[in-house]
């Protein structure tokens, strides 16, 4: 495989934490390559390591043992700082909750990591209505929070998720909230991007419908993959 097309690389990585006398292992050793481009779901039962992969890769917590690279960057070795950096520069994150701020509006909200950036003004606006159009709300973006449905939330969420033109879209559970429908129209959202976009993306999920529409199914079960099998999306 070409060192280029590489964006994820995790080699023999582990999690352990201690919870009073006990040694919990939550990951036991995971080798795992993500190209670019690809569309991945990470998949598993309640406490098969799923949540901690994901924390691991979004650069949220460190490994207790093994090496993750992302893209290029041997992200296990660096300091707080460092991966705050990079989380911020690589990785977009789509939560199950939305996590907007209430009293602003769409575009504030998917301004919020330019801002952050220090980006200026006229740039961050053009860029929340790039990103805002993308995911077909270019007609909402002076609306609140209140003012939309959970499927237009969770759209202006992927937006702001895509406005720092990341490496990676790291989504948790993103239709958790939803109902059926709008669960099938966020997926979409995702596809497109995928096929149109070539955005790399990769999910975390435990319901079988939602994990059906990557073109790539990981799973973890007790901390390590027991599967890894590529699908038509």
Known sequence: MNENHVLIRTVGLTREYTMGVEVVRALRGVDLEI?????????GPSG???STFM???GCLDTPTGGQYWLNGNEVS???DDELARIRNREIGFVFQTFNLLPRA???HNVELPLIYAGVGTKERRDRAAAALESVGLGDRMLHKPSELSGGQRQRVAIARALVTEPSIILADEPTGNLDSQTSEEIMKVF???NDRAGQTIVMVTHEHDIAAHAKRV???HDG???????QAA
Do not use: F, H, P, W
């Open 48 to 50: 098969s390591g799923k």
């Open 224 to 230: 390590v993959i027991s599967s890894d099998r590529a």
């Open 218 to 220: 990981v799973t973890l």
């Open 35 to 43: 190209r670019r481009n690809e569309y991945v779901a990470i998949m």
């Open 55 to 57: 924390n691991l890769i």
């Open 105 to 107: 509006t769409s575009a």
């Open 77 to 79: 070795k660096m300091s």
């Open 191 to 193: 596809a497109d991007l």
